[in-house]
């Protein structure tokens, strides 16, 4: 009896020593695994600060781009208005020298009604042919008529055709 009371002390010291073995394997990997967990924390915190940085900078960027999108805005809407404002004068100018092209004409064409027909046939007769039909075409048909028969035939048909068209 006191050998089963041997072996069984035995057995249980074995066994207190395979159980402490195993608390202390246990509370090793614990500690191991604390570490391990306050490292992925660490590193957690470190990728929050990033993302927060990250996410800090595309927002000014963005502040950015959109200042610099309203300044170009602004500046097309300049050109925009000043290129109208340049249609406008451009037109203008245009309206005046049609004013001006026929105040010249109506003074030219004054001149001619009052010249004689032999004399404004010489005149006419040595102008470039579109200048002498444009001045014909502001005189009236009478007078027009007059000079024409004054006029060397050849011219006065080249006249003429011009004329026409």
Not at 14 to 24: A, I, M
Not at 52 to 76: F, G, N
Request: proline content about 1%.
């Amino acid at each position: 009896m006191l050998s089963i009371l041997l072996v069984s002390s035995l057995f249980a010291v074995q066994k207190n020593d395979r159980l402490f073995e195993c608390t202390e394997i246990f509370k090793e990997r614990k500690n191991e695994l604390l570490v391990e967990l306050e490292r992925i924390d660490e590193q957690k915190q470190s990728l929050s600060a990033l993302k927060t940085a990250t996410q800090e900078l595309i927002k000014k960027r963005e502040d950015r781009l959109s200042q610099k999108e309203e300044i170009a805005d602004e500046k097309l809407a300049q050109i925009t208005k000043k290129e109208q404002s340049i249609k406008d004068m451009l037109k203008k100018n245009e309206d005046i020298l049609k004013e001006i092209k026929k105040t010249k004409m109506s003074k030219i064409s004054q001149t001619f009604s009052k010249m004689k027909a032999s004399s404004a046939a010489n005149i006419l007769a040595d102008m470039d042919s579109k200048e002498a039909a444009s001045i014909l075409q502001s005189l009236k048909p009478k007078i027009v008529g007059k000079i024409l028969a004054k006029m060397d035939p050849k011219k006065a048909s080249q006249l003429t055709l011009l004329l026409a068209n």
